[in-house]
Every structure is written in C-alpha cells, then in structure tokens.
C-alpha cells in the first residue's frame, strides 16, 4: 500500500461543476502539497498544509491532520484546470517528498 | 524572474551513453532534488543535496550520479549503469527543509 494515496485516479467534470479530489496518507507528516502538473509536464505548486485550510482563487485546499486526509476543491471548474493535480507529504527528518500517483482532471465544455 | 531551468527539454540517447541532464536555479536555494516520473506512478527521488559539495542518495539513486559544485547547478548523469533511464526527469528547490518548493519544466529522455 502507497504512504500517499490519492482518489479519483480520473476525473471528467463538464465546466461549472465543483471538483473534490481527495489524498489519504498513512505516516505522520509536518505539511502537504499540492501541485499540478500541466501535460508539458512542467509541475506548480498550488498548497503547502499543514493545518486547517487555504484559499486562493477558486482552488481550496483544507486537511485533517487527525484523520490523515487532504481534500482540494475548484469550484467554477474550466477547461483551463485540467491538468494532473498531485498531492505530496513531507516525511521525517529529511526534506524529502512522498508524491501519490496523481488525479487527471479533465473539465470539457 | 527567479526559477528553475531545465534543460533540454527533450532528449535522446543510444542505449550504453551517460547523458548528464542540466538543472539551474536562480532563486538561491540550499536544497536541490532530483525526481523520476513514470506513467502511472508518483515522482520518485534520485538524489538530493541540501548544501553545496553534499548529496545524498534517494529512494532509486542507482545508476544515477550528481554533483553539487555551485549552489545553482545540481547535474544529473544517467550512466549506462542505469536499466531503464527512459523517464521524466523532474529538478526541484527549496530554500530550507520544509518550505517553499518550487519545481522545474522537466526534461523527457529517450534512450534508444
């Protein structure tokens, strides 16, 4: 079982729709990303977490740090936000990332 | 503007050559990552180096080999060592343990 999992793998919304996508980990953590990741392959990074919620444009990003779950919302989903939206948490000592596999989002008109 | 560059973009080898892969960062961070990205996976850490002339070995960092000479380069050398070097290679910064990641373009090698 992956430290980091992600749900759905795919996502098709029609434009408007408002779009959860959720990660599950298992290990204690200090923050959770959020990036996204544009087919040129290029990755943003939208959230760093590591309590209760952020907001910035239509993108909004809350986490429960007791039940181990990250939520990211669009509301107002457009084509625009179709990408791969990854969540990633910081582990340990190290600086290192532990990515899920992703969830391709695909907003259609 | 300050970033990360990756370059090429694109790339191509003949399977037995090393190929050293550019990641460049403007943004005077300490700690520099290299990650690999296959389909259907999550990225996976090569390497990683949180000060200049330190590095250390990642989760895959087999066949693979750095250099941390200057606070702004972080090569990575795909050597013939390396079983299955076709991938997405992915450069990443931060300026301390925690904070503030900030990702490169990527670089798509072929080997062939």
């Known amino acids: 079982k992956n430290e980091v999992e992600q749900s759905p793998q795919n996502l098709t919304a029609q434009e408007g729709e408002f779009i959860t996508i959720n990660c599950s980990y298992s290990v204690g953590i200090s923050a959770l990303h959020w990036l996204q990741q544009h087919p040129g392959g290029g990755i943003v990074s939208l959230f760093m977490l590591s309590s209760g919620k952020k907001k910035h444009g239509r993108l909004i990003a809350t986490i429960n740090i007791q039940e181990k779950h990250s939520s990211l919302h669009i509301t107002a989903s457009h084509p625009r936000d179709s990408a791969v939206y990854i969540c990633?948490?910081?582990?340990?000592?190290?600086?290192?990332?532990?990515f899920g596999t992703g969830t391709r989002l695909q907003v259609t008109l | 503007d300050g970033g990360i560059t990756q370059s090429p973009k694109y790339l191509f080898r003949k399977e037995g050559q090393n190929v050293t892969l550019s990641c460049e960062q403007n943004?005077?961070?300490?700690?520099m990552y290299w990650y690999r990205q296959d389909p259907g996976q999550g990225l996976r850490l090569i390497y990683y180096s949180q000060i200049v002339n330190d590095f250390q070995k990642g989760d895959i960092a087999e066949g693979y080999s750095v250099s941390r000479e200057k606070k702004e380069s972080f090569p990575l050398t795909v050597t013939s060592a390396q079983k299955n070097p076709t991938a997405f290679y992915l450069c990443?910064?931060?300026?301390?343990?925690?904070?503030?990641?900030?990702f490169g373009s990527g670089t798509r090698l072929t080997v062939v």
């Open positions: 943004l005077n961070h300490d700690a």
């Open positions: 990633a948490v910081h582990t340990g000592t190290a600086s290192k990332l532990t």
């Open positions: 990443a910064s931060s300026p301390d343990r925690v904070y503030g990641y900030t």
